[in-house]
Each structure stands twice: as C-alpha cells, then as structure tokens.
Nanobody
Framework: QVQLLESGGGSVQAGGSLTLSCAISASRSARVCMGWARQGPENEREVLAVIANGGADYIDSVKGRFTISQDAAKETLVLQMNNLKSEDTAVYYC?????????????????WGQGTQVIVSS
C-alpha cells in the first residue's frame, strides 16, 4: 500500500521560509520519480517541482526560491521554500510514481498525499 504523508505547512509572512516534508511508503519503482504540486484558491493543481535520476526541474515562478530534495533511501521528500510570496499560498501535495510526458505541465503522478496548507501573508 502506498502512503505519502506531508508535514510542515503553516502560516508565514512574505519573505519568510518554510520546509515541507513528505514521508513516503511505496515501491522502489514509485520512488524513482517524485515531486511536489500545489493548488491555490480558485486555481487548478500545478506540478511545481520534480526530482528524478539525480536531477530536478522547477516551474519558472519558484526557480531560485524553492529546492526539492530527497534522502538517500528516497523515503523522505523535502521542499525548501524561501522568499515566500502571497501567491505561493496553496495546498501543497507530495506525489510519486510519475508517468507521461516529461514537461512539468504535462507530467502525471500515480500517487498523491493528502496535502498540507501553506498561507503566506503580505
């Protein structure tokens, strides 16, 4: 049974930082490619960062501010978020088992966590 459990969300002022963590219980194949997505108020869910094969990719709006990483066993996925902006307010989801096209706008995931709320106040 696959389980993804996010933690670390909360409220922060603009310019601040938060670190999200995701504890992952899944097969080795599902942990090859993992990522983070978010869904803000009145927005569709968007994948914002993916890590696979030792490399990472980000959407433009978070490049230079967010960093995705994982432990050696690929059982913990982390999203370090710095210089947060009000537009980063969203529910953030951990995901595993990617498939489909490689671009962040088209990639798909087979497994999702329940999400953790991030609120950035200006």
């Amino acid at each position: 049974q696959v389980q993804l459990l996010e933690s670390g969300g909360g409220s922060v002022q603009a310019g601040g930082s938060l670190t999200l963590s995701c504890a992952i219980s899944a097969s080795r194949s599902a942990r090859v490619c993992m990522g983070w997505a978010r869904q803000g108020p009145e927005n569709e869910r968007e994948v914002l960062a993916v890590i696979a094969n030792g490399g990472a990719d980000y959407i433009d709006s978070v490049k230079g501010r967010f960093t995705i990483s994982q432990d050696a066993a690929k059982e913990t996925l982390v999203l370090q978020m710095n210089n947060l902006k009000s537009e980063d307010t969203a529910v953030y989801y951990c995901a595993a088992g990617c498939y489909g096209q490689a671009s962040l706008s088209k990639i798909r995931f087979g497994y999702w966590g329940q999400g953790t709320q991030v609120i950035v106040s200006s």
